[in-house]
C-alpha cells in the first residue's frame, strides 16, 4: 500500500481480539491507537482539531500552535504540525515522563516545562496540570499562536464520533455488547459512545478512572498522586455527557501495573498504563455478570510503552 502523507497512518486503527489475557465467556477487542505516527489515540483529535481551525480561519500556516499536554496530544500535535508546516510548542508538567518530552523534541516540538504544584515525578494532579495550562495560554497569547485547549475543544469528541465510533461499529459488524474507555480529556469516551449509543442504545458504555481519582463517579479525591499518566486528573470536564455513561469503573496503580505486564507478556502489545486501565476495567465489567453470557465488548489501547 502506498501513501502520500504520515498523516494517512492516523486512524482505522484494528481491533485485536485479546483472547490470551480474557479466556471465558464473551470477547474483549482493544483498538490499536498506539500504531498512529504519534504514538496514540491523541492524533486522531489532533488532527481533527487542526484541520477545523484551517477550515474555520483560527490557524493560518506558519502560525504558531501551543497547547498544554501531558505528552500524547503534544506528539499528535507535533506530527500533524510538522505536516501542515505551523511551529508547535508543547507546555507540560514536569512531572510526566522523560521519554515523553524527548519524543516531542525528537518530532522538532519546542517543550516548556512547568513545575509540578503538589504532584511528583510520574504522578501528576488536577493542580499540575492546571498551572501548565496557565502557562500555554500565556505562551499562545504572547506569540500569536493558536491554543489548541482540547479540554473544551469540541473536536476533541467529533474526532472520534466520526471516526473511532464508526470504526468500531463497523469492524464488529454492529455485534458489540459494551464500549469501555478511561476519561482523560474526555473526547474518546463521549465522541466513541454517542455514537455507538446512536447506533444502539442498548450498547453499555463504561468510563474508567484511577482508583481515588474518580470525581467524574462523584467520589473525592483521596489518591491524585496515580501512575495512569494523561487520565483520572481529578477535575470536572467541561464538556463530560454523564447520559452516556452507564457505569464508572475504577482501576488502582497495582492492576494498571499488572495489565500492562500481561498484555506485553501475554498479548505481545507493549502499552501503556491507561491502556492497561482500560482493558482491566473490560476484564472486571464482563466478569461482573452485568453482559449477560457471551458479550462482546470494545476499549482503546490508547498508547505505546515507550512512551514510560
Not at 54 to 77: F, H
Request: aromatic letters at 8%; glycine letters at 12%.
Amino acid at each position: 500500500m502506498l501513501i502520500k502523507s504520515s498523516l494517512q497512518l492516523i486512524g482505522n486503527t484494528p481491533l485485536i481480539e485479546l483472547n490470551n489475557i480474557h479466556q471465558g465467556a464473551g470477547k474483549i477487542y482493544g483498538k490499536a491507537e498506539f500504531i498512529q505516527p504519534g504514538g496514540s489515540v491523541k492524533d486522531r483529535a489532533a488532527l481533527h482539531i487542526i484541520n477545523d481551525a484551517y477550515d474555520s480561519g483560527a490557524l493560518k500556516k506558519g502560525q504558531c500552535v501551543v497547547e498544554m499536554t501531558s505528552g500524547n496530544m503534544g506528539a499528535g500535535l507535533a506530527v500533524v504540525c510538522n505536516m501542515r508546516g505551523n511551529p508547535f510548542i508543547a507546555v507540560m508538567s514536569e512531572g510526566n515522563s522523560v521519554a515523553r518530552v524527548r519524543m516531542l523534541e525528537g518530532f522538532g516540538a519546542k517543550v516548556g516545562l512547568v513545575p509540578q504544584v503538589d504532584g511528583s515525578p510520574g504522578q501528576v494532579t488536577g493542580k499540575d496540570i492546571a498551572a501548565a495550562t496557565n502557562e500555554a495560554i500565556a505562551i499562545a497569547s504572547g506569540n500569536g499562536g493558536f491554543y489548541v485547549d482540547q479540554f473544551n475543544n469540541p473536536s476533541s469528541i467529533s474526532a472520534h464520533y466520526r471516526g473511532t465510533g464508526p470504526e468500531i461499529w463497523q469492524d464488529l459488524n454492529g455485534k458489540l455488547s459494551a464500549f469501555v474507555a478511561a476519561a482523560g480529556s474526555g473526547g474518546t469516551f463521549n465522541g466513541t459512545s454517542k455514537y455507538l449509543k446512536e447506533k444502539n442504545t442498548n450498547v453499555f458504555c463504561a468510563a474508567v478512572e484511577p482508583d481515588g481519582a474518580r470525581v467524574l463517579a462523584g467520589y473525592p479525591i483521596t489518591n491524585p498522586k496515580h501512575i495512569m499518566q494523561g487520565i483520572g486528573y481529578g477535575i470536572k470536564l467541561p464538556h463530560w455527557d454523564s447520559t452516556l455513561v452507564d457505569q464508572y469503573l475504577c482501576v488502582d496503580n497495582d492492576e494498571a501495573v499488572h495489565y500492562r505486564q500481561l498484555l506485553a507478556q501475554k498479548e505481545g502489545l507493549y502499552v501503556g498504563y491507561s491502556a492497561a486501565a482500560n482493558v482491566c476495567a473490560a476484564v472486571k465489567l464482563i466478569e461482573s455478570g452485568k453482559l449477560g453470557d457471551n458479550p462482546t465488548v470494545a476499549t482503546i489501547l490508547c498508547d505505546t510503552g515507550l512512551k514510560y
